[in-house]
């Protein structure tokens, strides 16, 4: 790797003005995207689909562009395509970028795995026939309402009652899992993604796409329970860091040379617990979440990080959050546009401190 790449991935301190935009640094350091892919993938194709991905998602222009580049590195390793053939995403998480697996990645790597021979997923409609029986000899079936022999249409079939996924190995064996609506709610009410955007008042992809995001749940399920390749496990990895609402650190060194590995800590007994800021905090230090306000590169970005951060604070180091979120909005609002209020929760009619 080039001396000037990495030295562009060396400070996470204060906020990377310096540093080119994602489009720039993607086109200038081409040569190391190359190095990093393996041998199938066209350097120039991931290039443009990456373009194309940061391009349609606005809010990738305000966090750190080497966590863009780092997180299009980590995907190519992987063997999946960001953007569009929703193998995997780029999400703004404050101010870094995360590199999300989509369900269809889950699926390709699962079946890259050797071991898997197809892996599939079905939402099931209330007006459906559908059955499961296990025990010793296990089972499934689903008959979809049908009209003039194929399915019907999604209002005549009904309401989503459920979701299952199905891996079928090699020697033609099969396994499945299956989730009821109520279990997929579930695991959505414990996503700290979808808290999160409930507690900004933010549209969140379980609002807008909730069948892609039950499919995912339950294909994430039935993968954890399949002999896995290192790139499904890493994938896995990567999504359950996103689930618990954790920052995934990616650096473009570690990710060029495949040295980067997700860190998860044990979840607690209870879901409850992940909001618990005692136990937070031993998580996230005080001083990584003042750098990352530090980064914010928007207002937007900043209240999202804030409104993260808060949960894993309290008392003396909930005021010194709070400065410093001050502080940094003053930086980032025109003087024409100061105000005193805020969106955020813990900073409207605040005191001042």
Request: hydrophobic letters at 40%; charged letters at 25%.
């Amino acid at each position: 790797m080039s001396q000037t790449l990495r030295n562009l991935q060396k400070s996470r301190q204060g906020t990377p003005t310096h540093v080119v935009s994602f489009p720039a640094m993607l086109e200038q350091f081409k040569g190391e995207v190359a190095r990093a892919l393996p041998r199938h993938l066209s350097p120039d194709r991931i290039v443009r689909v990456a373009l194309t991905a940061f391009r349609l998602n606005p809010k990738l222009a305000d966090v750190d562009p080497r966590s863009v580049f780092a997180a299009v590195i980590q995907s190519s390793q992987l063997g999946l395509e960001v953007g569009l053939m929703g193998e995997a995403h780029l999400v703004p998480f404050g101010s870094q970028c995360q590199l999300i697996p989509g369900y269809q990645g889950l699926m390709k790597l699962a079946r890259n795995s050797g071991l898997v021979q197809d892996i599939y997923g079905h939402e099931v409609r209330i007006n459906d026939r559908f059955d499961i029986v296990l025990g010793l000899n296990r089972s499934l079936m689903h008959e979809p309402l049908k009209q003039n022999g194929f399915p019907a249409a999604d209002e005549e079939r009904g309401a989503i009652v459920g979701f299952y996924a199905v891996a079928v190995f090699k020697d033609g064996t099969r396994t499945f899992h299956a989730l009821s609506k109520e279990q997929v709610e579930q695991a959505r009410d414990h996503s700290r993604g979808y808290q999160m955007a409930r507690k900004l008042r933010k549209e969140s992809p379980w609002d807008t796409h909730f069948v892609p995001m039950g499919l995912k749940t339950v294909i994430r399920r039935l993968c954890n329970l399949l002999p896995k390749s290192p790139e499904l496990a890493m994938a896995l990895a990567m999504d359950e860091l996103n689930e618990r609402g954790e920052t995934q650190n990616l650096g473009i060194a570690e990710a060029i040379d495949g040295s980067w590995a997700p860190v998860l800590d044990e979840p607690p007994d209870d879901p409850g617990q992940a909001s618990d800021p005692a136990r937070a905090a031993t998580r996230k230090p005080l001083a990584d979440l003042l750098t990352s306000i530090g980064q914010a590169l928007s207002i937007e970005a900043l209240d999202e990080v804030y409104a993260q951060a808060e949960d894993f604070v309290a008392g003396e180091d909930l005021e010194q959050l709070l400065r410093a979120y001050r502080s940094r909005k003053a930086a980032l609002t025109p003087p024409s546009q100061l105000s005193p209020s805020s969106p955020i929760r813990g900073v409207v009619n605040s005191p001042s401190v």
